[in-house]
């Protein structure tokens, strides 16, 4: 499964960004998806994930800002994000837990990673 990010960018404090996650391969079933950032010297952190059944959860610091969604007929994941602080500048990482045909067409589960987009939130 492969998984392709995109909408990062620059934007002012206060701004907003869309991201969108599709993901693409012999996929049988999408479980949860979410997203992660990783900030310079930092360690990736949890910015949200959504169930297949569209059950939400979201890290602190981004409660009341950003909002997951996703299409599960396109097999893709959205983050809206509000009121951008430039706490917010992090490469954003997609994720999904998917269950898949491998080569052999034998179904495998695993956890996929998009390769990231990079959001700035700068003046």
């Known amino acids: 499964v492969q998984l392709q990010a995109s909408g990062g960018g620059l934007v002012q404090p206060g701004g907003s960004l869309r991201l969108s996650c599709a993901a693409s391969?012999?996929?049988?079933?999408?479980?949860?998806m979410g997203w992660y950032r990783q900030a310079p010297g930092k360690q990736r952190e949890l910015v949200a994930t959504?169930?297949?059944?569209?059950?939400?959860s979201y890290g602190d610091s981004v409660k009341g800002r950003f909002t997951i969604s996703r299409d599960n007929a396109k097999n893709t994941v959205y983050l809206q994000m509000n009121s951008l602080k430039p706490e917010d500048t992090a490469v954003y990482y997609c994720?999904?837990?998917?269950?898949?045909?491998?080569?052999?067409?034998?179904?495998?589960?695993?956890?996929?990673w998009g390769q990231g987009t990079l959001v700035t939130v700068s003046s």
């Open positions: 994720n999904a837990d998917c269950l898949s045909f491998n080569g052999y067409e034998e179904p495998v589960a695993e956890r996929s």
């Open positions: 959504i169930t297949s059944g569209g059950s939400t």
């Open positions: 391969g012999k996929i049988i079933r999408i479980d949860d």
